[in-house]
Structure formats: structure tokens, C-alpha cells
């Protein structure tokens, strides 16, 4: 079955930088992409960008555009979101999802449990 | 601020009919497919309608999605107690290059 598994909570200072992996099973995972969503506490859903599995390309939203880095590692089947210079504002949970390989889309069929991040002094 | 306008909340007791509705603009939902994903309380999303009105496999029959011009609406007929979720709706924007969400909509079964 196609699984989608993070990496723990993580607790940070304003500043730094935080890297959220996305460990998947269950299927071929250069013939997807993934992307990521947030959900501040309380609020709604927001797209970050995607990455394709088969090739590398990144769409990242014009937003966290400089701040934001999604890699792959088809060795492992994992997918990794950096995001730089964290403000309060970024204390949130962040979500992988199973995305369409060739284009960001809106088709995220299968997600992560999600990973908490916390920005705190 | 959402692209994707969603009322905050709704409501129904249980049997009746709920619908969610969901306005964009031509650069969204008047040019793309809808999505519309379901979250129950400290889960993750999950998706629930495709391509306006297309059911993933395992999804019951009760929900069904449509789209009109540059609004969608989700609708459930015979509301349960374990209906109650927040409820978004999203669609690729040309304009940002981007998938857009609205801003959610808590369903009540009363």
C-alpha cells in the first residue's frame, strides 16, 4: 500500500532553517512528484511547491520563492523540504503529498501524517 | 485571504443533504478542475472528489462534487456524524502557476 512517512517534530529558533524528509513505500516513485502543503495552527491549507521524482524540476509558490529548497533521493524514495530564515509565522504543520510526476497539479492523492515545526525563542 | 472563497462553516443533522460551495475566477476553478479534500480532526487531507466530480476509489457514493462556471459545490447526501470535517476545495490557478485552496469549511452534523 503507498505510504508517505515524515520525519518528527521539530522545535526552532527564528533564524535557522528546518529540513522535513518524506520517506515513501508502495509505489514506483520516479513516476510521481510530491508536494507540500502547511496548515498553520488553526488555519486553512497553503501550497508550498512541488518536485518531480522522475527529473528534479521544482515549482516552488512565488511565496517561500528563495527560502524554500525540495530535493529527492530516488536511492531512497525520500523527499526533503528545506525552508530558511523561519519567523514565528512559520510554526505550522507541514504535509508531503503524492503529486502528478510532470506538473505541480492539484492532485494529491495520497499524504503524509504531517510534521509539526514550531519557531520559537 | 483565500483565492478560493468558502463559507466557514456548515451544517445539517443527520439523513439530510449538506452542501459546500466554493467561488474562484476564470484564472481557477472557470479554467481548471476542482478538487475537494476532506480532514478529520487531527488527520491529514485526504482526497475526496477529482476533476470536478470524480470519486477515488473507496470514497462513498453519499459525496459528489460539481462545477459551474467559476463556482463548485461538494454535496453529501445523508449526512453522518463521521461527516463532520473541515472540508476544502482547490484548483490550479493559472495566473500564480500554482494549486489555490479555499479556506475551508467546518461541516456540523448536528
Known amino acids: 500500500q503507498v505510504q508517505l512517512v515524515q520525519s518528527g517534530a521539530e522545535v526552532k529558533k527564528p533564524g535557522a532553517s528546518v529540513k522535513v524528509s518524506c520517506k515513501t513505500s508502495?509505489?514506483?516513485?520516479?513516476?510521481?512528484?510530491i508536494t507540500w502543503v502547511r496548515q498553520a495552527p488553526g488555519q486553512g491549507l497553503e501550497w508550498m511547491g512541488w518536485i518531480s521524482a522522475y527529473n528534479g524540476n521544482t515549482n516552488y509558490a512565488q511565496k517561500f520563492q528563495g527560502r524554500v529548497t525540495m530535493t529527492t533521493d530516488t536511492s531512497t524514495s525520500t523527499a526533503y523540504m528545506e525552508l530558511r530564515s523561519l519567523g514565528s509565522d512559520d510554526t505550522a504543520v507541514y504535509y508531503c503529498a503524492r503529486a502528478p510526476v510532470a506538473v505541480a497539479g492539484t492532485d494529491f492523492d495520497y499524504w503524509g501524517q504531517g510534521t509539526l515545526v514550531t519557531v520559537s525563542s | 485571504q483565500s483565492v478560493l472563497t468558502q463559507p466557514p462553516s456548515a451544517s445539517g443533522t443527520p439523513g439530510q443533504r449538506g452542501t459546500i460551495s466554493c467561488s474562484g475566477s476564470s484564472s481557477n476553478i472557470g479554467s481548471n478542475y476542482v478538487y475537494w479534500y476532506q480532514q478529520l480532526p487531527g488527520t491529514a487531507p485526504k482526497l475526496l472528489i477529482y476533476r470536478n466530480n470524480q470519486r477515488p476509489s473507496g470514497v462513498p457514493d453519499r459525496f459528489s462534487g460539481s462545477k459551474s462556471g467559476t463556482s463548485a459545490s461538494l454535496a453529501i447526501s445523508g449526512l453522518r456524524s463521521e461527516d463532520e470535517a473541515d472540508y476544502y476545495c482547490a484548483a490550479w490557478d493559472d495566473s500564480l502557476s500554482g494549486p489555490v485552496f479555499g479556506g475551508g469549511t467546518k461541516l456540523t452534523v448536528l
Open positions: 508502495g509505489y514506483t516513485f520516479t513516476s510521481y512528484g
